[in-house]
């Protein structure tokens, strides 16, 4: 029996709990009435997840052996594993007076408290476990723990950051210290903190969870929706993890995959996080309109503490809407304005939420005035975890007119291929590009394929970065180089619809790749959209993008951005030797079947009047334009710049100081076909 039980303590000391509930289990079944079998056996069912089983043992142990302090302190674990909080601390602070030097007893007092948001009493029962054991890595990692709390930031830090110079392979105070940083808007090396997690504990799905925000915030969404998913793949009830998805989803309005995924698991005991849950769920179901619902879910939120307490009033500034309150709603949107400005410890990513959230509110109420500092606020959050470099900008468009000049895209090496399939639209976010794409999609001979990441995949790979130094690599290579580019590119594409004529590839960042198109893929043909550039940058500026757009985010480098992305686009019209059409989103709204009719010219492409009910496709969009290709073209988007010309004055200045035209009417023909493509001398869209 003694070596049995003294295998069992080895396993549990090993993490190895399911040996060691088997062992003690055994020894149970052996021996009764034995409180330290049962006490060790509650002990590894506790850590193998099963808390009602385990604090049912953990009770019997204790009632077996009334004096045993450990019985006691053992039994104050189960009752704050199953959320029992204010229970499991009166049972730490008896313990701390029958084990009075031994820190456990306060380290576990100060857990429960931090849960029960006592934070200043959670500080002083770290503070005193750590006065029994100075170098303990747990009791520096609490005081940690209770200094975040409080929002001491750069004390929880130094607390964290001393964890794990003791302990590097401590991957919960590198998840804490990641969390410090992130909030202090550090937040490439809080990414830092959370990947020397996942070393430390690959799998660790609290850090999983937490860098995938980081991730999303710095413009890598579809990295972050990967890993997530990789999470959950291998932990299905990381509550954590399935509740950044669903945010990240619903952000998307992606609202039935949302609720889906909330409802693949039940929600967790633990009330930070049913909050959280049901806070989620009732967006999934005020966005598929389904109130009753949402309502109940609301309910069992109750009043929602200071961290989440924005989000819950966006909730019911919806609800409201949804039931025909107004004045309900906006007493709401001034609830949600004062706990922005009153919560300190609010996450950033809720912060930039809430202040969009408010903008959109507003500005459907019609009051601009009050929109516009929201808008504000929010990007300059966003900024924070964006920079953007002029310089840098400049220096790869000017590196690009440089190295892909007339002769070189004329004369030089290039693929053998002149597959007619590709078409690529380009053009500044919010210019047309998913309508285009919408409509011609629509045509039985031609495929959308979204938004690609492959050509930007392409260049990287080619040119070894995605920077300027990376285009003269790129210009400089052989004929080999782009054959091998081109069959790898070609085949992914081909792969998505065989027997389509024309592919559609809609990035539209992609005009920073023009010259590579030239090279790699001669026969492709490119369709530039384009719209008035101040309502172009307004609608960027009103709108929340998790992408990569750093130039986004302040309304003066948001105009010069608009001003480069022209000069760049004057220079490929002259020098491209692939057809490019250029169509206003004006064109649309005007004239659509004569839009249409060009077009499809310009694509080889027979008309074919589907294309003008392009909206009743049944196709998924994920692009910020998702509602508008869902409806009839219509002009509610043109010109809406002048309700907010006083606020976009920064961007005007810029556009006006590179003498950008704001306004234009003149049609212009497609540029030059490349060999083996069709030749055409057709209109193009308004420029």
Request: proline fraction near 6%.
């Amino acid at each position: 029996m003694a070596e049995a039980f003294a295998r069992g303590q080895a396993c549990y000391r090993a993490g190895a709990f399911a040996e060691s509930a088997a062992i003690f289990a055994e020894l149970c079944r052996a021996r009764p009435g034995d409180p330290d079998a049962i006490r060790l056996l509650g002990l590894s069912q506790l850590r193998l997840g099963e808390r009602a089983d385990a604090l049912a043992l953990l009770a019997k142990a204790r009632a077996l052996a009334p004096d045993d302090a450990y019985a006691q302190l053992h039994y104050g674990l189960g009752l704050h594993a199953v959320g029992r909080h204010a229970e499991a601390a009166a049972q730490f602070r008896a313990c701390t007076q029958l084990l009075p030097d031994d820190p456990a007893p306060f380290l576990n007092l100060s857990a429960a408290l931090l849960a029960l948001g006592e934070h200043d009493r959670a500080l002083d029962a770290a503070r005193r476990a750590r006065r029994r054991a100075p170098n303990m890595v747990q009791a520096v990692y609490m005081v940690g723990l209770a200094l975040l709390a409080l929002d001491r930031l750069d004390d929880a830090e130094e607390k964290f950051a001393a964890a794990v110079r003791l302990a590097p392979e401590f991957a919960d105070a590198w998840v804490n210290l990641g969390i410090v940083r992130y909030r202090r808007d550090d937040i490439e090396r809080a990414k830092v903190a959370m990947r020397r997690a996942l070393v430390a504990a690959p799998g660790h799905a609290a850090a999983a969870a937490n860098l995938a925000v980081f991730l999303r915030l710095t413009g890598a969404p579809e990295e972050s929706e990967d890993l997530l998913r990789g999470v959950l793949s291998c932990h299905p009830a990381a509550a954590e993890a399935r509740l950044n998805l669903a945010a990240a989803l619903l952000q998307e309005e992606r609202a039935s995959e949302a609720l889906a995924l909330l409802d693949e698991q039940p929600v967790p005991a633990e009330p930070r996080l049913a909050r959280h849950w049901q806070m989620q769920r009732s967006l999934a179901l005020l966005q598929l309109g389904r109130v009753e619902e949402a309502r109940a879910a609301l309910a069992k939120i109750g009043e929602a503490p200071p961290e989440l307490a924005p989000l819950s009033s966006w909730r019911r500034i919806l609800l409201a809407l949804a039931e025909g309150k107004p004045a309900e709603a906006r007493k709401h949107a001034g609830v949600m304005e004062r706990a922005l400005a009153a919560a300190p410890g609010l996450v950033p990513e809720h912060r930039i939420m809430g202040h969009f959230d408010l903008a959109k509110f507003w500005s459907q109420q019609g009051e601009p005035d009050r929109a516009f500092p929201h808008w504000t606020e929010g990007h300059r959050l966003i900024g924070r975890f964006q920079p953007f470099s002029r310089q840098a900008r400049r220096n790869f468009v000017d590196a690009t007119i440089a190295r892909f000049d007339r002769a070189r895209l004329a004369d030089g090496p290039r693929a053998r291929n002149r597959d007619p399939a590709p078409v690529f639209i380009v053009g500044m976010p919010r210019s047309g590009t998913t309508l285009a794409e919408q409509i011609i999609a629509s045509h039985p001979q031609a495929f959308g394929a979204g938004e690609r990441a492959a050509l930007g995949r392409a260049f990287a790979e080619l040119g070894g970065s995605d920077t300027s130094d990376a285009v003269g690599r790129i210009a400089a290579l052989e004929e080999a180089s782009f054959d091998a580019a081109a069959e790898r590119y070609l085949a992914e594409l081909r792969a998505l619809a065989p027997g389509a004529a024309r592919i559609i590839d809609k990035m539209p960042g992609n005009f920073d790749y023009l010259g590579l198109i030239a090279l790699m893929l001669p026969g492709a043909r490119i369709i530039y959209c384009t719209r008035d550039p101040r309502d172009i940058g307004l609608s960027i500026f009103t709108y929340r993008f998790f992408g990569h757009h750093p130039y986004a985010h302040d309304l003066g480098d948001l105009g010069w951005y608009i001003a480069e992305h022209q000069r760049l686009m004057a220079h490929w019209r002259a020098v491209l030797p692939n057809p490019l059409l250029t169509v206003e989103l004006a064109d649309w709204v005007n004239d659509l079947t004569g839009t249409l009719r060009r077009v499809l010219e310009f694509l080889d492409l027979p008309y074919d009047a589907a294309c003008e009910r392009f909206y009743e496709r049944d196709s998924r969009v994920l692009t910020v334009s998702r509602k508008q290709v869902r409806e009839p073209v219509n002009a509610r988007g043109l010109g809406r710049w002048r309700r907010y010309k006083r606020e976009l004055r920064p961007l005007i200045a810029e556009l006006d100081a590179h003498s950008v035209q704001t306004t234009s009417h003149q049609h212009s023909a497609p540029s030059r076909a490349s060999i083996g493509s069709p030749s055409v001398n057709h209109e193009g869209g308004v420029s």
